[in-house]
């Protein structure tokens, strides 16, 4: 029986890092030589590996996430594993999900540990990330994430420990399932969202605006003179700021797409339960636009593909209430 072909894009991370000669862990390790390292790899699948980037995550562009897109669509395989950085895993798996059509599984991983740190993960979340790309199982689920031999959905997964290799968790909806005895196991799905176009031109700007206790925005009107096409506002609680904020966010959205956000870990953005001044109601009837679920780093991103590729952005954003 033919085993499956795998893509496998390195992007850099601290899977990839060693110590040099300067300061610190620096990515120097690519695809090839991350394959190689992990000897199992070779029963769960042939390995096609490529290197498109050797950088720290938090300096990825919604470019090269497109280029890697395109390549994905584009190659003859049963599944492709994505290896980068964990900064900014739940962002690059989400943009991914939104980008790559098709059935075969597209699985992001990283390590929480430098190559040659004791106890480095990454080869562990590497085999286990090729375990659930060539699963027939993993079919049709979309981008997902695997680290700590976790399988988690794009929409869904968070970083939420700096330090930990247990970083990644769905405060949502939890795991979709696991890795075990080298097989994957995936105990529930998440139904797809619809895949939208990948933009060939430039990526549209669009601000994060985390708000905190006494924050009166005025900031706001100084967006659209700095070249920003849209705003995402990191709100308090169930999507609120303070009254003095509201109207100038009113205004903000006359001129460009805002969309609201929770701050919160887990947990919707209201659309009917609180109509004082700066509540979700308030700011929802000045035309900001409620991201549903989604937290202010994904939001983001959908906006601006919304943006990018011409399409209404609260026709989006309502796939995701």
């Known amino acids: 029986m033919a085993r499956p072909r ?112 004791p106890g480095a993960d990454g080869p562990a979340n590497l085999l286990a990330a090729a375990i659930v790309a060539a699963s027939p199982d993993a079919r049709g689920l979309g981008t997902l994430a695997v680290l700590n031999d976790q399988i988690h959905a794009a929409r869904f997964v968070r970083k939420g420990h700096s330090a930990l290799p247990s970083a990644f968790a769905s405060p949502l909806s939890g795991p979709l399932g696991f890795v075990a005895e080298g097989r994957a196991r995936i105990l529930s799905e998440v139904p797809r969202r619809p895949v939208l176009p990948t933009p060939d031109g430039e990526w549209p700007p669009v601000a994060i605006l985390g708000w905190g206790v006494g924050e009166d925005g005025r900031f706001l009107h100084a967006l659209r003179g700095l070249g920003y096409r849209g705003a995402v506002v990191d709100g308090m609680g169930a999507g609120h700021v303070p009254a003095q904020a509201a109207a100038k966010l009113g205004t903000l959205a006359d001129e460009l797409p805002v969309v609201l956000c929770s701050r919160c870990f887990a947990g919707p953005v209201f659309t009917g339960t609180y109509g004082y001044a700066g509540a979700e109601m308030d700011l929802l009837a000045r035309g900001l636009i409620p991201a549903g679920t989604l937290p202010a780093a994904k939001a983001r991103l959908l906006l601006a593909l919304a943006l990018a590729s011409g399409l209404d952005p609260a026709a989006c954003f309502a796939a995701y209430g």
């Open 6 to 117: 795998l893509l496998v894009l390195s992007l850099g991370g601290t899977i990839t890092m060693t110590p040099g000669a300067g300061a610190g862990l620096n990515p120097t390790l690519g695809a090839a030589e991350l394959v190689a390292a992990v000897p199992g790899l070779a029963e769960v699948a042939e390995i096609v590996a490529e290197s498109p980037a050797r950088v720290a995550s938090p300096s990825l562009e919604p470019a090269t996430l497109l280029a890697v897109a395109r390549r994905i669509a584009a190659e003859d395989c049963d599944g492709a594993v994505v290896i980068q950085g964990t900064d900014t895993i739940e962002e690059s798996a989400f943009l991914l999900d939104l980008c790559v059509p098709g059935e075969q599984p597209v699985v992001v991983t990283g390590a929480m540990r430098g190559a040659a740190a």
